[in-house]
């Protein structure tokens, strides 16, 4: 099992620009989790989503930000018109569903930077 | 609010000594707290959760409530433990909430 993988590893978007990052969650997982690590703080929960449902994106900025996680296919966490302060590395999770929060196992990040 | 702190931001240690993680928490009801643990360029993984009441790699956490604390000890550190460590505590639904983690450095 390779674990949950996240790709790109490292990402650098201009701003104005967007940024996909992707996240596959381990194989038999089907919740996600989204978490944004800035500079010299800890994770902070963005999203959590179950395949094709969002369940509770109350960590999610109102604006510019989405995530997704289609029946097929990787998550998706997309930034649009990133800017500076988007710069961080964000995190992805993934747990079969069952028992509680612990069952979360995480990626290795993707570090975005915006220039 | 819920909230985790963690007041030291490196804690830095000889080969042998004992190591104590501090962790202080806020959170209206009954939490469940974690050590989460990040070796150089590898990805967080769960050291270990109260409700276990575990040792694992010679860890141990032990949950009070009446301080509102989960402090994570080890007797005797080894060079090997050198990583980041988290604190988290669950909150409502199933997020978890992190503190700023504490960077610890064990030499020789």
């Known amino acids: 099992n390779a674990g949950v993988m996240q790709n790109p590893r490292h990402l650098v978007r201009r701003r104005g620009q967007e940024a996909r990052l992707r996240c596959s969650p381990m194989?038999?997982?089907?919740?996600v989790y989204w978490y944004r690590q800035l500079p010299e703080e800890g994770l902070k929960f963005m999203v959590y989503?179950?395949?094709?449902?969002?369940?509770?994106e109350s960590g999610m900025p109102k604006e510019r930000f989405s995530a997704e996680f289609p029946k097929e296919g990787p998550s998706i966490l997309r930034i649009q018109q990133v800017v500076r302060g988007d710069s961080a590395a964000y995190f992805c999770?993934?747990?079969?569903?069952?028992?509680?929060?612990?069952?979360?196992?995480f990626g290795p990040g993707t570090r975005l930077t915006v220039t | 609010a819920q909230r985790v702190t963690q007041p030291e931001k490196l804690l830095s240690v000889f080969k042998g000594a004992p190591v104590e993680l501090k962790c202080n928490y806020s959170?209206?009801?009954?939490?469940?707290l974690f050590w989460y643990v990040q070796y150089s360029r590898q990805r967080l993984q769960l050291l270990l959760r109260?409700?276990s009441r575990e040792s694992i790699k010679g860890f141990t956490a032990d949950l009070n409530k009446g301080e509102t604390s989960f402090h994570l000890k080890k007797p005797f550190a080894q060079e090997e433990d050198s990583a980041m460590y988290y604190c988290a505590l669950s909150g409502p639904g199933t997020a978890l909430i992190f503190g700023k983690g504490t960077t610890l450095s064990v030499s020789s």
């Open positions: 999770a993934s747990s079969p569903g069952t028992g509680g929060p612990y069952e979360q196992y």
């Open positions: 989503l179950q395949k094709e449902n969002i369940i509770d």
């Open positions: 109260h409700i």
């Open positions: 959170y209206s009801g009954s939490p469940e």
């Open positions: 194989k038999g997982h089907s919740h």
